[in-house]
């Protein structure tokens, strides 16, 4: 057997309702771990994927051409690896077409564990673009907003056209995030698919207003201006149907006080910030409220500054 490293790579939320595609917030307590092996056969193997149930995993393929985790692998291995090889063991903690970043922890704690095999390790932002090859993969575009706070955890800003370099946003004292996921299902690269391909200046402008106010209050705590600025009325509007409890969801979450709730990423997931305090009560809510329309869901509750990605013994 040869060296063996374990990293673990949280779930996020993708958008965080102002910024689409180029604003993601790592979350606390849910995500993948990957078990890199080295091997003296050269290439990339998996020769495990298992599911949140222990059980090998129903769907997710064990062909490296059509692993999320191996091909972001490969890239890193083509650029820095040996004559060896590795094999990936992936142990799924973030459900499948969740809008939790599935794919994205997955890239992401396969490449930062991988990256511990290498004679010298690149410093952790350099994984960035490795990652992302395994997330273009699995949702059919260029975007980092679920695999650079998975990796670097906290809110991160990371628009296309800065990649791969990225900025850590402050975030607010004293608010958490709580996401709710229905036990629904929505395929981001078929959601990506479906969006308007062109805005109104009207609808341009207001977005732009709600992302800067909305960074804006997070750098300065501001709560009252958090609960004006976060808002989606260009992307959640198109996005809602998609999800049925999304509408029961969100007034509960309004009306337990929450500071703004929205999608997360491409849905079923639903996300919301509030006072810390409160957090508890309106995982609560949230979860009555689709419960209450039959629909089954689990929720955490996550500070807004969880670590990203990371080894584990
Ligand atoms: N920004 C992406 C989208 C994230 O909303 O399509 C998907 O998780």
Redesign the pocket.
Known sequence: MGESVTAFAPA?I??VGVG???L?LALDGVGDHVIARRKDQPGISVSEVLGLDGAPHPYLSKDPEHNTASIAVKALWNDYGDDHGVDLRIHKGVPLQS???SS?ASAVAATFAVNQLLGTPLPTPNLLPYALAGEQYA?G?L?A??VAPSLLGGMIYCPKVLLPETVRMPVPKGVSAVLIHPELQVN?AH??RK?AKAYSMEQWLEQQAYFGGFLAACAASDLELIRKTLKDVI?EPQ?ASAVSCFAAVKDAAVRGGALGCS????GPSIFALTESGKAGNLATAMEQACRSLGIDCQSWVSSLDAPGAHLEA
């Open positions: 996020s993708g958008n689409f595609d180029m993601g809008g939790m970043g994205a949702s575009g975007h907003d679920n981001t959601a990506r969006l992307v996005r999608l997360s990423g491409s």
